[in-house]
């Protein structure tokens, strides 16, 4: 993460892992589908990049991952320097070679989460206690949050601008969640004995920029039952570059080495209102992590 003409710049984005957060897309006539399931594949000045991307990490995420041994990038994403996630796994094995076998098995949990946020405050990470659902959960920002952060210690973004945001999220009263998923059917349509059903999802889409727009989607919850409304960045494939300079139109994902992306405020507050519109708790989060960021 650099500086940049009063933007954001991330560089090195890894858009090809498997498990990345960015997927190629592609517009067709009637909808939007990956650029994998394409017959030609080829990056089109028409295709976009859809980033889900994130605001906060809990910490006891940051455990639980090196405990399944994780790589941390797969938890923490690119918003967080690379000393500090190495401090923390070698701050966790060396843990694990140094406790005995009862003191692992009773404390090591409670004795990792210390020294955990002991690291975080040496790497100037701020950690935000939020209550959920009776309990106190803890977590640090990230990506979304961090770039936010970054613009604000760097006077791209005002104190004035922050509580413009603070404002606007305290006067929010309505939610997208309140728009559910529609099923329909016709049982007059019925293939061996099975009659046809749709599921349609609420999407809303916002432009930022010639670069840059927003869509938010309500999807079922990965690890959980229910529903939540999705946030993604999507950039234009148009105006991106590799981390060479070179332009991506052209090239094939496969073949790609990463890229560049240039978040200016605009993008950077636009993303942080649609978290806060998607729903009630997202909005709490935000307010936390806004009064966190001007405090720090």
């Known amino acids: 993460m650099k500086i940049v003409d009063n933007k954001i710049v991330l560089d090195n984005i890894p858009v090809i892992a498997h498990t990345s957060k960015y997927r190629f897309k592609r517009r067709t006539e009637k909808f939007s589908d990956y650029l994998a399931l394409q017959s030609d594949k080829i990056i089109a000045n028409t295709d976009y990049i859809e980033w889900q991307i994130s605001y906060d990490i809990k910490i006891d995420n940051i455990y639980n991952a090196l405990k399944k041994e994780k790589d941390l990038d797969n938890v923490i994403g690119n918003s967080k320097p690379p000393e500090l996630k190495q401090k923390i796994t070698e701050c966790y094995k060396n843990l694990q070679s140094n406790l005995s076998a009862r003191d692992k098995k009773k404390y090591f949990k409670k004795y990792f989460l210390t020294l955990l946020e002991s690291i975080l405050q040496q790497f100037d990470e701020p950690i935000v206690t939020k209550r959920r659902n009776g309990k106190d959960v803890k977590i640090i920002i990230n990506e979304l949050s961090d770039y936010y952060r970054e613009a604000y210690k ?22 997208l969640d309140a728009y559910n998923i529609v099923r329909e059917w016709n049982n007059n349509q019925t293939v061996s004995g099975f009659s046809l059903r749709w599921e349609k999802y609420p999407l809303f889409v916002s432009d930022v920029n010639d670069d840059f727009f927003i869509e938010i989607i309500k999807k079922h919850m990965q690890y959980a039952i229910g529903y939540q409304n999705m946030i993604f960045l999507c950039a234009k494939t ?26 200016d405020k605009n993008v950077l507050t636009q993303t942080m209102k649609a978290f806060i519109i998607a729903s009630e708790n997202h909005k709490k989060d935000i307010i936390d992590i806004l009064k966190t960021i001007i405090l720090n």
């Open 154 to 175: 760097n006077n791209i973004i005002s104190r004035n601008e922050v509580n413009d945001l603070l404002n606007f999220a305290n006067s929010t009263n309505q939610y």
């Open 238 to 263: 148009y105006n991106l570059k590799d981390i060479d300079g070179d332009s991506i139109i052209g090239k094939d994902p496969k073949n790609l080495k990463n890229i560049t992306f240039a978040l």
